[in-house]
């Protein structure tokens, strides 16, 4: 497929608007600083993503738990993780327009003004910082997570006792992360607020090689099996310079961006860095005791680490299509079933009354079964087009015929064939459709 390019961002942003994906935050205030709010479409979306990502990590494995930890937790937890210390970012400001940059991301030069006087880089830490309680103190200091997977860290003991799972095995979760980004920016890619989809998968040290090795295919064939393009995907080991202080390898999954390539996903090989962290600073043994050997150890971890918001923004990229429908061009977005927003239009041909007790009775024998949208406006081609627009897999219409046959038309998005089904049948024929 071809790259993605910055007028099809504009385009797809522009759609994401203008369809109720995505909205800028705050708007009717002018908008607030890279923050995004997801409209009807979008948390449908969004939605999908993380529950395909639940499907394939959790539901489909014994050897994976979720977890479901909260946002705020004891300071204790950031200190003995290290981002208290370690999560920064190099900053730098432009002594002539004053704006403040990534050191990493600009080189020797300010990309607003073109200056070259810019500070000495310094380290300026990315967690959000608020108080609890009423007082406003050093002591009732805490902090938004910045990152799902010291819940899981900090879990580990409970979950290992409670689920009776031994190494290998994993605890998954999906859920809101929080970083005070120097340049937050390309919509939805680096924003301030956004969502990751983490496993963190627990094994017996020699085995980490193997589990990292496993990881990486089975992310990269995540994507392709929700239909991300292979070409449009890599991926990337990270250099020895690059690795957090944490890990021992790491791999990106990357996508090629308007802007070039960039992380979808990390997979890391965390090592005992964060169990013996946590046990080290919590005094509380966080390890395995193997009864069939009589060996205790603290397993190593591989995580793969995702972002929901931004892989919702990449499927988009990759989803949208034009093409020519009966002369007239048409714009589709090619989603996989399991990510479209609606799965099926229920479409009464005309708005006639004598239409709308049938139109409303298919409607309420599918929406049980599958998200449906409902829509009865407009002269029915242009009804088509809205609902390719938004990647509908699946219109059923219902017309003067349906009154005297009891069948309905159902017309296919990418095939544009349409097949006449008994009003009887039609959950069943669209569950199988839909099961591909
Ligand atoms: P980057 O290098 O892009 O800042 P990272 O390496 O810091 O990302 P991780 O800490 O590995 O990111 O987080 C895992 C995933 O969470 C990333 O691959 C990305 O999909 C997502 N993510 C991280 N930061 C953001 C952000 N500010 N906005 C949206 N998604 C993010």
Redesign the pocket.
């Known amino acids: 497929m071809d790259a993605p390019t910055p007028e099809l961002m504009e385009t797809v942003v522009n759609l994401c608007k203008r369809r109720g994906f995505v909205f800028p935050s705050s708007e009717i205030y002018g908008g607030f600083r890279s923050t995004y709010d997801y409209g009807p479409l979008g948390v449908l979306l969004l939605r999908n993503v993380k529950d395909a990502w639940w499907r394939s990590m959790v539901q489909l494995r014994d050897d994976v738990v979720g977890l479901d930890a909260a946002i705020l937790s004891s300071p204790r937890v950031w200190e003995a993780s290290g981002h208290l210390a370690n999560f920064t970012d190099p900053l730098v400001d432009c002594r002539s327009c004053k704006e403040r940059w990534r050191a990493d991301h600009i080189g020797d030069t300010c990309p607003n003004c073109g200056s070259k006087d810019l500070t000495e880089p310094r380290a300026f830490n990315m967690m959000f910082k608020t108080f609890v309680g009423p007082v406003e103190e050093g002591a009732s200091v805490a902090y938004f997570r ?2 799902t997977a010291q819940g899981m860290f900090v879990n580990f003991a409970n979950v290992l006792q409670t689920s009776r799972k031994k190494p290998p095995f994993g605890i998954a979760q999906t859920g809101k ?1 929080f ?1 005070n ?1 120097i340049t ?1 920016g390309n919509f ?5 607020e ?3 989809m ?1 496993l963190e998968f627990f094994v017996p040290p020699d085995e980490a090689g193997t589990w990292f090795d496993y990881w990486c295919d089975e992310r990269l064939r995540w994507y392709t099996d929700l239909g991300m393009p292979a070409d449009l995907l890599r991926l990337r080991p990270h250099d020895p310079e690059e690795l957090s202080h944490y890990s021992t390898g790491t791999s ?1 999954v990357e996508f090629r961006y308007p802007w070039g390539w ?5 997979i ?1 090989n965390r090592t005992d860095f964060d169990l013996t962290a946590h046990s080290d600073a919590s005094g509380q043994r966080l390890e395995y005791f193997d009864q069939a050997t009589g060996t205790r150890y603290v397993p190593h971890v591989i995580e793969p ?3 929901a ?3 919702m923004m990449a499927f988009l990229l990759a989803a949208y299509d034009t093409d020519v429908v009966n002369d007239e061009p048409r714009t589709v977005l090619r989603l996989h079933h399991r990510l479209a927003p609606y799965k099926v239009a229920v479409l009464p041909l005309s708005k006639k009354e004598s239409l709308t007790p049938t139109a409303r009775r298919v409607l309420g024998l599918l929406q049980p079964h599958f998200m449906c949208d409902y829509d009865e406006t407009q002269a029915i081609g242009r009804r088509y087009r809205r609902q390719d627009e938004i990647g509908t897999p699946f219109c059923v219409t219902v017309d003067f015929d349906t009154l005297d046959d009891d069948a309905v038309t159902i017309r296919d998005r990418d095939s544009l064939e349409q097949v006449r089904v008994p009003i009887g049948a039609l959950v069943a024929e669209l569950q199988g459709r839909l099961a591909t």
């Open positions: 910045p990152e992360s970083r980004e937050p939805v890619f680096r924003t301030r956004f969502e990751q983490e990106d960039g992380e979808l996903e990390g890391a680490a995702a972002g918001t931004r892989t």
